[in-house]
Nanobody, 122 residues
Framework: QVQLVESGGGSVQAGGSLSLSCAAS????????MGWFRQAPGKEREFVSF????????HYTNSVKGRFTISRDNAKNTLYLQMNSLKPEDTAVYYC???????????????WGQGTQVTVSS
């Protein structure tokens, strides 16, 4: 079992930055691909980014490319998401997730955090 706890959400004006963290416990996360997903009110949960267990491979949804950066520190069992140039459409609850598969599909991630709210005002 892997337990995940997100932190770092908050409110920011458009163009601002936020940094999210996801602390893992239970097992070392180096064996897992890690992902960030988000869910806006009235919308389905959508993929944002993922990173391989080693941290070498990363992938982003098109809408955040060049603005968001995913990273991980396996020694600290922590996943990060640096979000720059934030837009109102980035407003959502952000979730971190862990999987043995390298995937954009939420259903392939068995472990999830509780989410952290990110609100971007115009």
């Amino acid at each position: 079992q892997v337990q995940l706890v997100e932190s770092g959400g908050g409110s920011v004006q458009a163009g601002g930055s936020l940094s999210l963290s996801c602390a893992a416990s239970g097992r070392t996360i180096s064996a897992y691909a890690m992902g960030w997903f988000r869910q806006a009110p009235g919308k389905e949960r959508e993929f944002v980014s993922f990173i391989s267990g080693s941290g070498i491979l990363t992938h982003y949804t098109n809408s955040v490319k060049g603005r968001f950066t995913i990273s991980r520190d396996n020694a600290k069992n922590t996943l990060y998401l640096q979000m720059n140039s934030l837009k109102p459409e980035d407003t959502a609850v952000y979730y971190c997730a862990a999987s043995t598969q390298f995937s954009e599909v939420a259903g392939r991630f068995p472990y999830w955090g509780q989410g952290t709210q990110v609100t971007v005002s115009s």
